[in-house]
């Protein structure tokens, strides 16, 4: 009786490739150790490619955030940075114009300040406050024109914008949101190791809204 023939040995199929989109462009895969066992090594390899990265980078080290408290009359600044959970004042101030000058030359000041301290201290972002300005039209044009000329002051630059409800920077510098202005000095000068208590609240206000964001853990961050 003649011995039955020999099975041809199985053949591994190998994987499409083209069947997994991430393959296309590897830029933007991360590699990850396999986990899986008894699978054929090109199909282990394939797997992880297909993982795509969270995120292409890791997150800063350090942030340097502007604040703005934006206002004609005037208008607050402060710069701060972040590193390792604490915070330090780089600059503050405050620009003020009359209610003589023409408007345009008045926005003109608090576009070439905010373009002047972006070359200086190349912030990563620009945090401005929203104003709460009540009923009164004339205050929150001025308000708005000022807030606009500081937004586009950064975009010049290319630096982004976060803006913030007054309510959220009193809750992330004092603990609530109901805070006065004394108690926003107060603990802004704490919390940035100050030898004195900024000189006006506009001042204050900038540097708190500069601490809120620089604060903030870098997802919520990143999607504000």
Do not use: N
Request: proline content about 8%.
């Amino acid at each position: 009786m003649a011995a039955p023939a020999a099975s041809a040995p199985c053949a591994i199929q190998e994987p499409r490739r083209e069947r997994c989109p991430a393959l296309r462009d590897p830029a933007h895969l991360v590699p990850v150790q396999p986990t899986g066992f008894g699978l054929h090594p090109r199909i282990l390899s394939d797997r992880v490619l297909c993982r795509r990265a969270v995120r292409s980078a890791p997150y800063p080290a350090h942030v340097k955030v502007l604040g703005i408290d934006p206002g004609t009359a005037a208008c607050g600044y402060g710069m701060v940075l972040e590193s390792g959970g604490r915070v330090r004042a780089l600059a503050s101030g405050c620009w003020t114009t009359g209610p003589r000058e023409r408007p345009e030359l008045r926005l003109r000041v608090i576009f070439e300040g905010i373009q002047e301290l972006i070359a200086v201290h190349a912030p990563d972002a620009v945090a401005l406050e929203e104003s709460y300005v009540g009923a009164d039209a004339r205050i929150a044009l001025s308000v708005g024109q000022a807030r606009g000329a500081a937004m586009v002051a950064a975009a010049t630059a290319g630096v982004e914008c976060t803006e913030y409800a007054p309510t959220r920077v009193k809750q992330s510098v004092c603990g609530h949101g109901h805070a006065d202005k004394g108690q926003v000095q107060r603990m802004v000068k704490m919390l940035l190791s100050l030898e004195a208590i900024p000189p006006t609240s506009h001042e204050a206000d900038a540097l708190a809204v500069a601490i809120c964001h620089a604060l903030m853990p870098p997802l919520a961050r990143m999607a504000s």
